[in-house]
């Protein structure tokens, strides 16, 4: 896949790459509608569309982030529609087969989130779980009966806490796959504050990345 990333558009990280070997791995994208929530530089919607999927769409806050998945679309040879707006409003009433989901997860100093800058792709809330649980809580009804949601996060935000809220919200959800491996660096330029709180463990320098997928019932 050919790739740019504007500045001030988060360059894509390791979990976004884990959540597409895991999508390409079980075959989700296959002839399916899909929409990529937090798209960022579009890489998942193009990795979405490069692996069969029947159309794309792709939702951003960031108006320069919008910009740049067209862009790597077009790169690409492949249609995303790209489109600017929070979370899934731009497609109120619509339905996806398959939907993915790599949001803002890192716990941040206080509740209020960025209105802008590239500290909107990761700061989310004290417990990192602003954009978390909103995804968890509105994503069924975006959902095509069989349709799956697939999400990347990092087990200091909760993992029981998403299986549960999507549980709560009518899909049945389990972990997919997970990787331990040493902090991020936006982690880890936040270890005190993370151990004061009682996220990190005094000393506790790994994290595990999960893949959670949640499923509509037909
Ligand atoms: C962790 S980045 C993910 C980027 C891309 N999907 C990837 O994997 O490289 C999160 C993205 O969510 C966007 N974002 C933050 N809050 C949002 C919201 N309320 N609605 C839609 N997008 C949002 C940010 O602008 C950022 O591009």
Redesign the pocket.
Not at 59 to 62: A, F, N, T, Y
Not at 100 to 105: D, E, G, I, K, S
């Given at each position: 896949m050919r790739t740019v990333v504007f500045p001030g558009?988060?360059?894509?990280?390791s979990?976004?790459r884990f959540?597409v070997e895991v999508m390409r791995d079980r075959g989700l994208a296959d002839d399916a509608t899909v929409l990529?929530?937090?798209?960022?530089?579009?890489?998942?919607a193009v990795a979405a569309a490069l692996a069969g999927a029947r159309r794309v769409v792709a939702?951003?806050?960031?108006r320069r982030?919008v910009l740049n998945a067209r862009l790597n679309a077009a790169l690409n040879g492949v249609r995303v529609h790209a489109m600017r707006?929070?979370?899934f409003a731009p497609v109120a009433g619509a339905r996806f087969d398959l939907i993915?989901?790599?949001?803002?997860?890192i716990p941040s100093e206080s509740e209020n989130?960025p209105m802008s800058g590239l500290a909107?792709?990761?700061d989310a809330g004290t417990d990192g779980r602003a954009?978390l649980d909103?995804l968890c809580d509105e994503v069924a009804p975006r959902l095509s009966p069989g349709g799956a949601v697939l999400m990347?996060q990092s087990d200091l935000a909760g993992e029981s806490a998403t299986l549960d809220r999507l549980r709560a919200s009518g899909l049945s959800a389990e972990v997919l796959d997970r990787r331990k491996g040493p902090l991020g660096p936006i982690v880890s330029s936040r270890t005190e504050m993370l151990e004061r709180r009682g996220i990190l463990a005094p000393d506790q320098r790994t994290e595990e990345l999960l893949v959670i997928g949640g499923w509509r019932s037909r």
């Open positions: 558009v988060l360059r894509p990280p979990d976004c959540l990529d929530v937090f798209t960022g530089s579009g890489v998942l939702i951003d806050i960031s982030a707006g929070d979370l993915l989901a790599n949001p803002p997860y989130l909107r792709a990761w954009l909103r990347v």
